[in-house]
C-alpha cells in the first residue's frame, strides 16, 4: 500500500503562485511516476504534469511555461510550481502515484486551488 499527501492549496489572485507538495509513504518501488492532475468545477480530472523517477517529464499545454513539477527521490515528494495562475486553473489538484511493472495506482485525497479573478 502507498498513502498520498497533498498540501500547498488554497486561495490566490489571478497572476499569483502557489507551490504543491505531494509525500508519499509505505511500499514504494524506485521505477514510479508521480503527477499532478486536476478536476475543475466542470470539467473531468484531467493530467496537468507528471514525472518518472528517472527525471522524464509530461505536462498539459495549457499549463507549459507556467507550471514546473519536480521531485525529491530520497523524499518520494513530488512538488508543483504554480506560477502566473488563471480562474480556469481553479479545481481540486490531485497527486498520483503510478507503478509501470505492477499496473497500480494511487491517489491522494486532492488539494483544493481556487484562482480569483
Known amino acids: 500500500q502507498v498513502q498520498l499527501v497533498e498540501s500547498g492549496g488554497g486561495l490566490v489572485q489571478a497572476g499569483g503562485s502557489l507551490r504543491l507538495s505531494c509525500a508519499a509513504s509505505g511500499s514504494i518501488f524506485w521505477f514510479n511516476t508521480m503527477g499532478w492532475y486536476r478536476q475543475g468545477p466542470e470539467t473531468q480530472r484531467e493530467l496537468v504534469a507528471a514525472?518518472?523517477?528517472?527525471?522524464?517529464?509530461n505536462s498539459a499545454d495549457s499549463v507549459k511555461g507556467r507550471f514546473t513539477i519536480s521531485r525529491d527521490s530520497a523524499k518520494n515528494t513530488v512538488y508543483l510550481q504554480m506560477n502566473g495562475l488563471k480562474p480556469e486553473d481553479t479545481g481540486i489538484y490531485y497527486c498520483?502515484?503510478?507503478?509501470?511493472?505492477?499496473?497500480?495506482?494511487?491517489w491522494g485525497k486532492g488539494t483544493l486551488v481556487t484562482v480569483s479573478s
Open positions: 498520483k502515484m503510478y507503478f509501470p511493472l505492477t499496473q497500480r495506482e494511487y
Open positions: 514525472m518518472t523517477s528517472s527525471g522524464s517529464t
